[in-house]
C-alpha cells in the first residue's frame, strides 16, 4: 500500500510540475482592442512630433526628409507592436504599405525639380512616382481602417 500511495504522489507531482511549467511564462495573447490601442498611441505621439519638423515655406526638401525620417522611426516603432494571430498577416501588409510609401516619397524628393525659388517641381518621372507614393498610401489607409485603426490612418 505504501507503494501505491507513494506511485499516486509521484503522478500528481509529475502533473502538477507538467501544468505548471506549461503555464509559466506563457503570455495571454494580445487582444484586438489593445493592439489597436497601443498602436492608434504611437501613431498620435509620431504625428505629434512631426508637427514639430519645421517650416515647409523656409526649406521644402529639409522639410520633407525631416517628414521622411520621422515616418521611419513611427514605422520601426509600430514594427515592435505584436499583433493579435488573427491580425498578424494585414498587419504586416499595412506595414508594407506604409514603408513603400515611404521609400517613395524620398524618391519623388530626389527626383524633383526645382523652379527659381527653389520650390521643388514633381514632372516627369518625379511625378509618376508621386502618383505610386499615392497608391501605396491609399493602400496603407484602408489597411489600417481595416485593422480598427484611427489615428493610424492618416
Same mark, same amino acid.
Given at each position: 500500500?505504501?507503494?501505491?500511495?507513494?506511485?499516486?504522489?509521484?503522478?500528481?507531482?509529475?502533473?502538477?510540475?507538467?501544468?505548471?511549467?506549461?503555464?509559466?511564462?506563457?503570455?495571454?495573447?494580445?487582444?484586438?482592442?489593445?493592439?489597436? @490601442?497601443?498602436?492608434? *498611441?504611437?501613431?498620435?505621439? #509620431? /504625428? &505629434?512630433?512631426?508637427?514639430?519638423?519645421?517650416? $515647409?515655406?523656409?526649406? !521644402? @526638401?529639409?522639410?520633407? *526628409?525631416?517628414?521622411?525620417? #520621422? /515616418? &521611419?522611426?513611427?514605422?520601426?516603432?509600430?514594427? $515592435?507592436?505584436?499583433? !493579435?494571430?488573427?491580425?498578424?498577416?494585414?498587419?504586416?501588409?499595412?506595414?508594407?504599405?506604409?514603408?513603400?510609401?515611404?521609400?517613395?516619397?524620398?524618391?519623388?524628393?530626389?527626383?524633383?525639380?526645382?523652379?527659381?525659388?527653389?520650390?521643388?517641381?514633381?514632372?516627369?518621372?518625379?511625378?509618376?512616382?508621386?502618383?505610386?507614393?499615392?497608391?501605396?498610401?491609399?493602400?496603407?489607409?484602408?489597411?489600417?481602417?481595416?485593422?480598427?485603426?484611427?489615428?493610424?490612418?492618416?
Amino acid at each position: 500500500m505504501h507503494r501505491k500511495v507513494a506511485r499516486m504522489v509521484a503522478v500528481g507531482l509529475g502533473l502538477a510540475l507538467t501544468l505548471g511549467v506549461a503555464s509559466c511564462g506563457g503570455e495571454e495573447p494580445v487582444t484586438r482592442a489593445a493592439f489597436v @490601442r497601443e498602436a492608434d *498611441a504611437t501613431c498620435r505621439s #509620431a /504625428r &505629434r512630433d512631426m508637427r514639430l519638423t519645421g517650416n $515647409a515655406q523656409r526649406d !521644402p @526638401r529639409a522639410f520633407a *526628409a525631416r517628414l521622411i525620417e #520621422a /515616418r &521611419r522611426a513611427l514605422i520601426a516603432d509600430l514594427d $515592435a507592436i505584436e499583433a !493579435p494571430e488573427d491580425l498578424a498577416g494585414r498587419y504586416d501588409s499595412y506595414l508594407a504599405a506604409l514603408r513603400e510609401s515611404t521609400d517613395l516619397s524620398e524618391q519623388v524628393v530626389e527626383q524633383s525639380g526645382s523652379d527659381a525659388d527653389g520650390t521643388p517641381v514633381l514632372d516627369g518621372e518625379a511625378a509618376a512616382t508621386a502618383r505610386e507614393r499615392d497608391r501605396a498610401s491609399r493602400e496603407a489607409f484602408n489597411l489600417a481602417r481595416g485593422l480598427g485603426f484611427r489615428t493610424c490612418t492618416a
